[in-house]
């Protein structure tokens, strides 16, 4: 190990923190579930817990540190976004409603047309 680069020796003490993050969150999981019998709240800090603990140690490592970047960023990203005001919302909608409804009448009256036209003139069943 002292032969190694740095960088690898970095990759794999990251590796090890991110299965220890994962560790952490099936330890979680499983206190969850195994203190089935326990009030609610307890079951609820085992799980809780056991997410804190893998966010701190993935948070030492550098992907870790990647994926708090990248979501810091994405939060930014979506404040950026210019949100449709109520009106806007409602009007979206009722034209929706209007197309589908259009379209389900279409569609209903053609069913019926290629029924009339198969059934009725081309095999005369009714």
Do not use: H
């Not at 190694?4 to 969850?32: H, M, N, R, W, Y």
């Not at 799980?47 to 030492?60: K, M």
Request: net charge positive; glycine share 10%.
């Amino acid at each position: 190990m002292a032969n190694q680069p740095v960088e690898t020796v970095g990759a794999s003490s990251d590796k090890i923190k991110v299965a220890l993050a994962i560790c952490a969150v099936v330890a979680g999981v499983v206190g969850f579930y195994f203190l089935s019998g326990q009030p609610t709240i307890m079951r609820a800090g085992a799980l809780v817990g056991g997410l804190l603990v893998a966010i701190a140690i993935a948070y030492t490592s550098s992907q870790g540190r990647e994926f708090l970047g990248f979501a810091k960023e994405s939060v930014r990203e979506a404040k950026k976004v210019v949100w449709p005001s109520r009106k806007e919302a409602t009007q979206i909608t009722l034209v929706v409603f209007g197309f589908v409804l259009v379209m389900a009448i279409f569609l209903w009256g053609t069913d019926k047309i290629l029924e009339f036209v198969l059934y009725d003139l081309i095999l005369g069943w009714k």
